[in-house]
């Protein structure tokens, strides 16, 4: 991501838990209403308001509610599964639901905050989080929780992407560097504790509601942030907001949808025809999005997509790589939760601590290169994480396989280990790499179209569980057998997870050889970020930076989640 100020306001933070990747762009917009001093004038110094550090904490929160509720959700599935007696389909859809519709809403949710005010925009998104958050935890059957789900990750899409906007419109310059320390420290926090958090409180069955509690603990937050959120945060639009492209978030969304809901549904339906049928569809809609696109930016300059950011070989070669490791991800953090808790019967809490020798490598790995690796050796380093990570989940699949259903959880360590040291060395430096090459005016529109495809393919690879893990697996055979079958769907689907790593690790020949050198006709300072955590979020604001020109203080902000 891009920053117009200094380096030290850019903070990637690697947060492993759902293997998705969040961008937050933030947009440092004018004041709008009584400025941060109570100036009417909306000119008054930020930097004599103490309110400020009280609105940093409640955006912090919002963000921090988004992150550990999409990892709590991850380790509770199969208590879900087994409660509410959901089929494997519900099994993806809470989760895909949620990615699906925190992908196509980021676009929108940051133009919403430009146009109509970032705070204003903000509380309906905490409203509504809070509000589909009491749905999820008083759901009662699996297609009412998967319905949830899916306005919870709507209404995300308009919370998160105002948080750094806030901090932009909110901090001075000089402070902003130590906010987004404490900010990157405070998400990678959400991300290491939410599985924990999400295994015991389904653990402790809390007034024997089972797993209802990882939703319900929104709501006392979600309440207090409103309260507070409307009394210490300072109203901001962007100087020159652009216009909504609807139609652009419409095909992006029914593409899909055409595309998704067939690939997690057709192993139940039988694969029918109007199933393949739909997938086919969905190119021709994502053809028909390209040519409105186009036809958009000629019109008014406010397409949903920058299509001439394509002819950036670096970032249309990132995008795809961002893409196909998203598919990757989805597709591994949800079937290594099925195989530890359904396959090998291991209690949640079990299954939760289990992931915490991969978190810590992550973040270690992480530091290691943006700090020391990538700007000595360059994308050779994001490579080497490619095949590190693909040797680790061969060297984790032999393990499953040699030991089956009697594995331990010293056994898995060393493969644990390997993996996220591979995944920490790609997911820190890898968004500076795709937009290091592209234009400043265009920095926005990367950014926010790099998260969405973050989120897209992680989507599409929850999606395809139904077919390299669920499909193998046979569910008629008799119930003590069941635990084998999913062991050998765990094994099947790490191969696909291996064969994305390899895929990438081509892919990334066509990264600019020298990651993180600025985007053109930048000062070079944007390509040298300090890591700030030790987790992963990933959220984006979406705007476009077509007036960054205009504004020198617009600029993004990374997080890996």
Not at 292 to 320: M, Q
Not at 504 to 519: A, E, N, Q, S, V
């Amino acid at each position: 991501m891009t920053s117009s100020t200094s380096p030290s306001e850019r903070v990637p933070v690697p947060i492993p838990g759902t293997g998705a990747a969040r961008v937050a762009t933030g947009t440092s917009p004018a004041t709008t209403g009584p400025g941060p001093a109570g100036d009417a004038s909306g000119t008054g110094d930020p930097a004599s308001d103490r309110r400020r550090w009280f609105a940093l904490a409640i955006v912090m929160t919002a963000a921090f509610m988004d992150l550990v509720d999409v990892t709590i959700v991850n380790i509770a599935v199969p208590a879900i599964q087994r409660d509410e007696g959901a089929s494997f389909s519900h099994i993806q859809w809470i989760t895909a639901g949620y990615a699906l519709a925190f992908a196509a809403g980021l676009v929108t949710g940051g133009r919403l905050g430009d146009i109509h005010g970032r705070k204003r925009i903000f509380l309906i998104g905490m409203t509504g989080f809070t509000v589909a958050s009491a749905l999820c935890g008083f759901a009662v059957n699996p297609d009412m929780l998967v319905a949830s789900r899916i306005l919870q990750g709507a209404m995300a899409a308009l919370m998160v992407p105002q948080v750094l906007s806030i901090v932009h419109a909110t901090f001075p310059a000089h402070e902003r560097g130590k906010v987004f320390g404490l900010f990157g420290a405070v998400v990678g926090l959400g991300a290491v504790s939410g599985p924990l958090l999400g295994a015991l409180l389904t653990q402790w069955n809390l007034f024997g509601l089972e797993w209802r509690p990882i939703f319900l603990i929104n709501l006392p937050i979600g309440i207090v942030g409103l309260v507070l959120g409307s009394k210490f945060i300072s109203e901001s639009k962007a100087p020159r907001a652009l216009k909504l492209d609807l139609v652009g978030v419409a095909l992006v969304t029914l593409g899909l949808l055409m595309l998704l809901y067939p690939l997690t549904q057709g192993r139940e339906l039988g694969w029918p025809l109007w199933g393949y049928a739909s997938m086919a569809g969905a190119f021709v809609v994502f053809a028909a999005l390209l040519a409105y696109e186009r036809h958009k930016a000629n019109k008014d300059g406010s397409p949903l997509i920058e299509l001439s950011l394509f002819k950036v070989k670096s970032f249309a070669a990132g995008i795809a790589v961002q893409t196909v490791f998203g598919i990757g991800l989805g597709v591994y953090f949800l079937v290594s939760t099925l195989y530890m808790q359904l396959g090998l019967g291991w209690s949640i809490l079990r299954a939760g601590l289990t992931g915490v020798p991969f978190s810590i490598a992550v973040s270690v790995a992480a530091g290691m290169s943006v700090q020391l690796l990538v700007p000595r050796f360059g994308r050779k380093v994001l490579q080497t994480g490619a095949l590190t990570m693909a040797a680790g989940v061969l060297l984790y699949l032999w393990v499953a396989d040699r030991y089956g259903m009697d594995i331990t959880f010293w056994q898995m360590v060393l493969p644990l280990v390997v993996m996220g040291i591979g995944m920490g060395l790609i997911v820190a430096p890898l968004t500076d790499a795709i937009l290091s090459e592209v234009p400043r005016e265009h920095a926005g529109s990367a950014s926010g179209l790099l998260n969405t495809v973050q989120q897209m393919g992680n989507a599409l690879g929850l999606g395809l569980v139904s077919v390299v893990f669920f499909g193998v697996i046979d569910e008629h055979v008799a119930p003590s057998a069941l635990g084998a079958e999913f062991v050998n769907g765990f094994q099947h689907a790490l191969k696909y997870v291996v064969a994305v790593m390899v895929a990438i690790f081509g892919m990334m020949f066509l990264l600019p050889r020298k990651p993180g050198t600025g985007l053109e006709g930048g000062d070079g300072t944007e390509g040298h970020p300090s890591l700030a955590g030790p987790s992963t979020a990933v959220t984006s604001d979406g705007t476009d930076a077509t007036n960054a020109a205009d504004d020198d203080t617009r600029g993004g902000k990374v997080l890996v989640h």
